[in-house]
């Protein structure tokens, strides 16, 4: 049973860029999770989905940052334009429910 | 803003002995509180949850104890093995449905 799928494990770019990444979460499960990781924050959570629709995006850290669920199955968030302080592991989890969340591997973005 | 208090931030212990990981929550939505393990490279992964209306939870080597009226919640690795390296990250969750993690515990176990 493939779990959560995340796109691309790897990206490097340069400050100013578009960033897009990449989540297809597991077949069935209502709600999708995008969450970003540091050293100097842990994980913080950036926006929620249920049924595809946003549902709290408080986490977002400013207007550059994008997120959207076109459908059940995929999910992209957007940094638009690039800094370096957005350097992080962006991870995608999925749920059935809110509660017993199944993540991906992550994304891990650097930005020069 | 609700947090939840992840202690210690590492944890050095020799195989075989016992790991322990303590968390420390304010106002929650009280019905589940998981842990989590993540491996380099790798995303958290669900190890281990409990109901607040129990107060202890063992699956094999891991229990989670919860003190309600202390609003805290343990985890203890029985018999630490090489392989239970990882980082730990406990979670409560929020009076508006998320989950807000803990810190993490960086654990590593000598062989």
């Known amino acids: 049973d493939a779990g959560v799928i995340q796109s691309p494990r790897h990206e490097v770019t340069e400050m100013g860029q578009e960033v897009t990444l990449r989540c297809k979460p597991i077949s069935g499960h209502d709600y999708l999770f995008w969450y970003r990781q540091t050293m100097m924050r842990g994980l913080e959570l950036l926006i929620y989905?249920?049924?595809?629709?946003?549902?709290?995006d408080s986490g977002m850290p400013e207007d550059r940052f994008s997120a959207k669920m076109p459908n059940a199955s995929f999910s992209t968030l957007k940094i638009q334009p690039s800094e370096p302080r957005d350097s992080a592991v962006y991870f995608c989890?999925?749920?059935?429910?809110?509660?017993?969340?199944?993540f991906g591997d992550g994304t891990r973005l650097s930005i020069l | 803003q609700q947090q939840v208090k992840q202690s210690p931030q590492s944890l050095i212990v020799q195989k075989g002995g016992i790991s322990i990981i303590n968390c420390a929550y304010e106002n929650t939505a009280f019905d589940y509180f998981p842990w989590y393990q993540q491996f380099p490279g790798k995303g958290p992964a669900l190890l281990i949850a409990?109901?607040?209306?129990?107060s202890e939870k063992k699956e094999g080597r891991f229990t989670i104890s919860f003190n309600k009226s202390a609003k805290q919640f343990s985890l203890h690795i029985m018999d630490s093995q090489p392989g239970d390296s990882a980082t730990y990250f406990c979670a409560a969750p929020s009076n508006t449905g998320k989950l807000i993690f803990g810190q993490g515990t960086t654990l590593q176990v000598k062989p």
């Open positions: 409990i109901r607040p209306d129990v």
């Open positions: 989905f249920n049924n595809n629709v946003p549902i709290d």
């Open positions: 989890a999925s749920s059935s429910g809110t509660r017993l969340q199944h």
